[in-house]
């Protein structure tokens, strides 16, 4: 294909930046905005702790699998055309989710959402490189572009809570049609065609791979976490395992692979990756709990809950916006160490958490933890893509989102099954039926149902019951984040030792740095002969 480029004074690239950013900024909010619908969903569908976790994770699950797929499928048939594609059918797909009648039809619209998120995730840097060929241009873009994938955080509960006082809970899916549809619309006329001239053949064995091992992996861990150890558990765990194994051997023998595994040989570029996931578990997963405990326990209304979680995407974007300047003005190591370790004090701090704290010391911690995942998220992705050769920018960059969607769902999963391995345990109070204490026991909303339908005093004892055990849960769940935070913080001091963000440790290209110092987007959005 001849190369494609769009000059310098070219008009209409930065309207077309906006529609890239409108549809990282809906990919964003559709992973958060489902924390507040859970409870009315949970009315409706009526679905066990298992599935709630389930309708949570799996499509952050589903596109951290196919991430780095669907990032090689659009260096092949063209970003343009895989991300308009992907837009309707994200578009489409939410209409079995907004009127989902049971649970099990709910987790099939969310998974399939998520490949359609996968589509729409890789193409956009790409084609923000392909629109800004000037350097100083493009890393304002790129910049821009991270901030709204972040501010999503922040859109997500909040639009959600609107919705949610003035609609039924499908309102929050529906809102993705009029916005893919401007999507697509402006995005045919504006973004350019870009793809790689020679990317060599696409594997589908290693995207079946990636995908099983993924998937595998988190569901064995999870249930894991939840159950104990048990055949489920171990079968899918194994078989996830063997999966990645398979998925890393094949890479080793294919001319042209889906990721070059090699990347992970570089000491900086893996303790990058290791602070990215996990700087991303324990945010994603304290902001999904917080969001029922402050409905559920605090008995907040949806708008005024998802208000009162802003403070972390207000830090996130603030210091991922300086993250950079403070790394060179310092070093990489003490911004990305410091931003662990005040997530994890953060965390820290909720172990001592209680059904009447004030909302003066939540949202202080909100903010601590906003600003020290902003500090690190950011500059390890930096870090990421200045690791390697610019020739493997778009592998990097692949690597630095599948990191921060696995940590999205490994923390919904890991923590969340902490909370409901502790909630499960806890005790009836006498008078309760049956049938309405195993509701109770499978979910906080679960409870508050039951006890809306019991006498008074016996309801209250049930819903004051429940809450307590759900705090209790949150607590351990938040001790649980604080000590993988602050154990990670004391790894990356050890391994970030003389890392810069530009050119790493040693002499790689620097362009590889100014094209992503925010988390990024996929596999094909680096050096591509075209994208120059």
Known sequence: ????????????????????????????????????????????????????????????????????????????????????????????????????????????????????GATLMPSTLALIRNLFPDSRERSLAVGIWGAMASAGAAVGPVAGGFLLEHFWWGSVFLINLPVMAVLVAVGGKLLPESRNPAPGPWDLPSVGLSLIGVIGVVYGVKELAAHGMGGDSAVAGAVGALALAGFVRRQLTLRAPLLDVRLFRHRGFSAAVMADLLTILGLSGLVFFL?????????????????????????????????????????????????????????????????GTGYP?????LLVVGIGAGLSFTVTADVILSSVDGEQAGAAAGVSETAYELGAALGIALLGSVVTGVYRDFTTPAGVPDAVAAAAHESLSGAAE???????????????????????????????????????????????????????????????????????????????????
Not at 303 to 308: F, K, M
Not at 361 to 365: P, Q, R, Y
């Open 450 to 532: 039951g006890a809306a339908g019991l006498p008074d005093g016996v309801g209250a004892a049930l819903l004051s019951s429940a809450q307590e055990a759900f705090v209790d849960g949150l607590r351990l769940a938040s001790g649980v984040g604080a000590a993988v935070l602050l154990a990670t913080a004391a790894g990356a001091c050890f391994l970030l030792r003389g890392q810069r963000l530009d050119g790493g440790t040693g002499a790689h290209d620097a362009d590889a740095h100014r094209a992503g110092p925010h988390r990024t987007a996929a596999h094909g959005a680096g050096a591509d002969a075209n994208t120059h």
């Open 361 to 365: 010391v939540l949202g202080a911690v």
């Open 1 to 116: 294909m001849a190369r494609v480029h769009v000059e310098q004074g070219a008009p209409g690239r930065w309207l077309a930046l906006a529609v890239l950013v409108l549809a990282v900024l809906l990919v964003g909010v559709d992973a958060t905005v489902l924390g507040l619908a859970t409870p009315f969903l949970s009315q409706d569908l009526r679905p066990s702790g298992t599935e709630l976790l389930w309708i949570g994770d799996v499509y952050s699950f589903v596109i951290a699998g196919l991430l780095v797929s669907m990032g090689s499928l659009g260096d092949r048939i063209g970003r343009k055309k895989l991300l308009l594609s992907g837009a309707v059918a994200f578009g489409a797909l939410s209409l079995p989710a907004a009127y989902a009648s049971s649970p099990g039809m709910m987790i099939l619209a969310r998974a399939l959402m998520g490949v359609a």
């Open 291 to 355: 969001s029922q405990f402050l409905q559920l326990v605090q008995l907040r209304k949806p708008l005024e809950a998802g208000l009162a979680e802003l403070p972390a995407a207000v830090g996130a974007v603030a210091a991922g916006l300086v993250a950079g300047a403070a790394a060179r003005r310092w070093s990489v190591r003490l911004v990305v160490t410091g931003g662990l370790a005040a997530v994890g004090l953060a965390l820290a701090a909720l172990t001592l958490l209680g059904a």
